[in-house]
């Protein structure tokens, strides 16, 4: 079985999560930018790993084309975000499939296997844009933060900027892929 990776990321820590999968499967990992290098047609398996940005999927309109236009290569997106993953308590499932689901509709992609990872924030890296948006989040939440504990720690662990990437939290995309390849 042969795969490829193609992984959309900002800040570092999709892209850590992609090359973590290419060492896995010993495919190879390809930035977004160089997408056009990739043959999806040659491949079995094409993953596209991306993060969430105002609760869509970044380069997923290329991801989409892909599948359009070859439907017998099997693709997998993987999605990373800042959000804490549904076992922690900050979100559920049914947050996080909906923020799937926009970028994704399952009307129109009703088997599309997808996964989250806890991904991670760091403002530093972040682009001009996103500073000046975030900052304006820092405010609305420290208003927030005044009455609502929750509010306060995400903003103090947003500020401090944090690595959540585990290793492990690729272990159920490991498994998807490995038991397709079985097929």
Known sequence: MNGAIVYCSQTGFTEKYAWWLA????WEAVAYADRGSVDV?????????????????KGAAWAKQAMAQHPDVHAVVLATGATPPPDSGWSSEDEIEQAFCRTFPEEE?????HFYCHGGFDFDRLGAVDKV??????????KNAEHDPKAREMLDIMREGFDGTSRECLKPVLEHIEGFGKH
């Open 133 to 142: 948006a975030m900052r304006l989040f820092f405010r609305m939440l420290g």
């Open 41 to 57: 047609a040659a491949l079995d398996v094409l993953v596209f790993c991306s993060w969430f940005h105002a609760a869509s999927i």
């Open 23 to 26: 060492e896995d499967l010993g």
């Open 109 to 113: 992609y009703p088997n599309l296997p």
